[in-house]
C-alpha cells in the first residue's frame, strides 16, 4: 500500500477503529489483503498502539475526576528526566505523562474516582519521590473537547431535503 | 361595461418556463418524515471554522459597508492568485473579475450580457436546472447537447457540431458535472475546442465543482490559450469550501464581456455582501488543507457507495467529480420518477429524478453522497430491500 494510503488508512481508523477491513478496502480502494496486511505490519511497527474508544464519562453515572498536575523535578545525571518518568508513567492512576517545556517539567494526567483518592496521590505517592520538587494540581471540571472530538456538538442535518 | 383585453400579468418569458423539477420532488420529499436524504446537492460540512471566525472579526470590526461593484479588490486579488496557483490560469483582477452573489448570478449576469432575444445557447445536459431557465429569461432559446452513460456523460465533438446554427451564439457546460459527476479530460476539452473556434461560440463554464476531483487534477477549459479569449469561467465558494449559504461567486474572462456583466451587476445587485467577500478572502488564502480535507471524505464516500449501488443492481459509471453518483434504474423496469417516487414513499430515502436535469438523464437518479457514512450505509440498505422486492424475480 502506498504511504499516502497508508495515512489515510491511519486517519480512518483514528477517527473509527471500528470498520472492518472490508469497509477500509472499499473506502480506499485497495484490496482487504491490502488492508490487513498494512494493518499487520503498523501494528508490529508499534505504529498502532491500541484501539481505544473515546468515552463521555459525565454521562455514565459513575464517579470520576480527573486532574492534571504540573511537576517540577530535579533531573538526574546521564538520564534527565526519563527515569523518573518512566517511574512516574507506572502509577496505574496515571493515564497521560509528558515532559514539558517552560514553567515546570512534567505534565501528569491522573484519575480517580474522587478529589480525596486523587489528593491522596499526589500527597502520598508523587510528592514524596527523591526527585519531586513540587506539584501544582489541576482539577479538570468539564471536557468540551478531547483527542479532536467536541463533546455535546449538535450535529442535525440543518440542510433542506432536496436541493439542486 | 367595456371588457379589457385578456393580458397576461406575467412576462411571457416568466410564464413559458416551467417551475423546476427539483422544487416539485422537494415538496413530496418534505411530507415523509424520518428519510434519508441524498437529494442535497450541497456540502454537508460546516464552513471551516477559521473562515467563520474571519468573518466575526471581520463584523466586529464594522465592515458592514457596500463595495466595489465588482468586489473587493483584495479578494479579485486573491482569486487571481488562486486560479493562478491551482489551475495555470491568469486574470488581471482590476478588469478580468467580477464578484457575484453566488456562481448563479454569475452565469445569469453572463447569458444576459451575451444574449439578444432568439439567440441559441447549446445547453449540455444533464445538467444543472438553471441553466435553460436562464437562457428563456434573456429571451434566448436553449439547444440541449445530450449526453449518454456510454460516453460517460462526457461532451462529444459530433453532438455539438450537429446542432449549431447560425444563430447559435454560446454554450454552456458545468464539468465536473451536477447530477453525473462526469469530468472532461485534456483529450476531450481539445476534440471540442475546434468545433467552438469554428463556430466563434463563446463559452460559459462553470468550474463550481473545480477542486472536487478525485481520480487527476481538473483541466479548466480556459487554460487553453485558443479558448481562453471566448470563455467566461463561473466559479464560487459553495461547493469547495461549504459556502453555499454565504452567496458567494465569480465570474473571470475577457475584459470587455466581464464589463458588460458589472454593468448588470451594478444596477442589480450592487454589490456581494462585504461579510461574505472577507470571508472569501480567508477562504482562498488558508482554506486549502480544509479542502483537501473534505475532498478526501467524499472520495472515500464515493468509493463506498457506488460500489453498493453497482452491487444491489443499480449499475453506476463512476463519478469522477462533484458529489454525485447517477446510477441508472433501468433494471427495475420503473421510469426515474415512479423510482424516486416509490423509493421515498416505501423506503425513505430521497434521490432526484434523472429527468429533472434535462436530456439524458432519463433512466437515472441522481443521490449525493455528501452527506456520512452512516448515513450512506443505511441508505443502501433501505434501496437494497426496495430493489429486491420490485425487481422480478
Redesign the interface.
Given at each position: 500500500m502506498s504511504p499516502e494510503k497508508t495515512r489515510?488508512l491511519l486517519r480512518?481508523l483514528e477517527a473509527n477503529c471500528r470498520r472492518s477491513p472490508e469497509?477500509l478496502a472499499?473506502?480506499?480502494?485497495v484490496s482487504v489483503d491490502e488492508v490487513n496486511e498494512a494493518l499487520r505490519r503498523l501494528e508490529e511497527q508499534g505504529i498502532i498502539v491500541k484501539y481505544s474508544a473515546l468515552v463521555n464519562w459525565d454521562k455514565v453515572q459513575e464517579d470520576r475526576v480527573t486532574a492534571m498536575i504540573d511537576v517540577k523535578v530535579t533531573p538526574k545525571r546521564d538520564v534527565g528526566f526519563d527515569e523518573v518518568a518512566q517511574r512516574i508513567s507506572q502509577f496505574p492512576e496515571v493515564t497521560a505523562l509528558y515532559l514539558m517545556s517552560g514553567a515546570y517539567d512534567l505534565s501528569v494526567v491522573v484519575e480517580g474516582r474522587s478529589m480525596k483518592e486523587i489528593a491522596a496521590f499526589v500527597s502520598e505517592k508523587l510528592a514524596t519521590l527523591d526527585s519531586v520538587i513540587s506539584t501544582t494540581t489541576h482539577f479538570i471540571m468539564k471536557k468540551y473537547k478531547h483527542d479532536g472530538v467536541i463533546f455535546d456538538e449538535r450535529r442535525d442535518?440543518r440542510?433542506?431535503?432536496?436541493?439542486? | 361595461m367595456t371588457e379589457k383585453p385578456t393580458r397576461s400579468r406575467l412576462a411571457q418569458s416568466v410564464a413559458s418556463i416551467p417551475p423546476s423539477g427539483i422544487r416539485r420532488f422537494f415538496e413530496l420529499a418534505n411530507s415523509v418524515a424520518d428519510c434519508i436524504s441524498l437529494g442535497v446537492g450541497e456540502p454537508d460540512f460546516v464552513t471551516p471554522w477559521r473562515i467563520r471566525e474571519a468573518a466575526i472579526a471581520s463584523l466586529e470590526a464594522g465592515y458592514t459597508t457596500y463595495t466595489a461593484n465588482a468586489g473587493l479588490p483584495e479578494l479579485r486579488e486573491a482569486i487571481a492568485a488562486y486560479l493562478s496557483d491551482r489551475f495555470g490560469l491568469s486574470y488581471r483582477p482590476e478588469d478580468q473579475i467580477v464578484v457575484t452573489v453566488g456562481a448563479s448570478e454569475a452565469i445569469d449576469l453572463a447569458l444576459r450580457a451575451l444574449l439578444d432575444p432568439g439567440d441559441e445557447v447549446l445547453v449540455v445536459e444533464p445538467c444543472y436546472v438553471s441553466y435553460a431557465a436562464n437562457v428563456r429569461l434573456c429571451g434566448g432559446v436553449p439547444v440541449s447537447v445530450p449526453t449518454t452513460k456510454e460516453t460517460g456523460f462526457r461532451l462529444r465533438a459530433a453532438e455539438l457540431r450537429k446542432r449549431i446554427t447560425p444563430r447559435t451564439k454560446a454554450l454552456i457546460f458545468s464539468y465536473p458535472n451536477n447530477p453525473t459527476g462526469a469530468v472532461m479530460t485534456e483529450d476531450d476539452w481539445l476534440e471540442i475546442l475546434p468545433v467552438i473556434r469554428e463556430a466563434g461560440l463563446l463559452v460559459i463554464a462553470d468550474e463550481i465543482y473545480a477542486e472536487l476531483t478525485y481520480d487527476r487534477p481538473f483541466v479548466s477549459f480556459a487554460s487553453f490559450p485558443a479558448a481562453y479569449p471566448q470563455t467566461i469561467l463561473v466559479s464560487g465558494f459553495s461547493k469547495a469550501f461549504a459556502m453555499t449559504g454565504w452567496r458567494l461567486g465569480y465570474a473571470c474572462g475577457p475584459a470587455d464581456l466581464i464589463a458588460g456583466m458589472v454593468k448588470i451587476h451594478q444596477y442589480t445587485m450592487l454589490c456581494a455582501p462585504i461579510l461574505s467577500q472577507k470571508a472569501g478572502i480567508e477562504a482562498l488564502r488558508h482554506g486549502r488543507g480544509d479542502v483537501a480535507r473534505m475532498v478526501e471524505a467524499y472520495r472515500q464516500r464515493r468509493n463506498f457507495f457506488v460500489k453498493g449501488l453497482c452491487d444491489i443492481g443499480l449499475p453506476c459509471h463512476r463519478p469522477e467529480g462533484a458529489f454525485y453518483a447517477f446510477p441508472s434504474v433501468e433494471p427495475t423496469g420503473l421510469t426515474a420518477t415512479e423510482f424516486a417516487e416509490r423509493l421515498l414513499l416505501e423506503a425513505k430515502v430521497a434521490v432526484v429524478p434523472g429527468d429533472v436535469f434535462g436530456e439524458g438523464g432519463a433512466g437515472h437518479v441522481r443521490c449525493s453522497y455528501a452527506t456520512s457514512l452512516e448515513a450512506l450505509e443505511k441508505a443502501l440498505e433501505r434501496m437494497a430491500r426496495f430493489v429486491q422486492h420490485i425487481r422480478p424475480i
Open positions: 489515510e480512518l469497509a472499499v473506502l480506499l480502494d442535518d440542510r433542506m431535503v432536496v436541493t439542486p | -
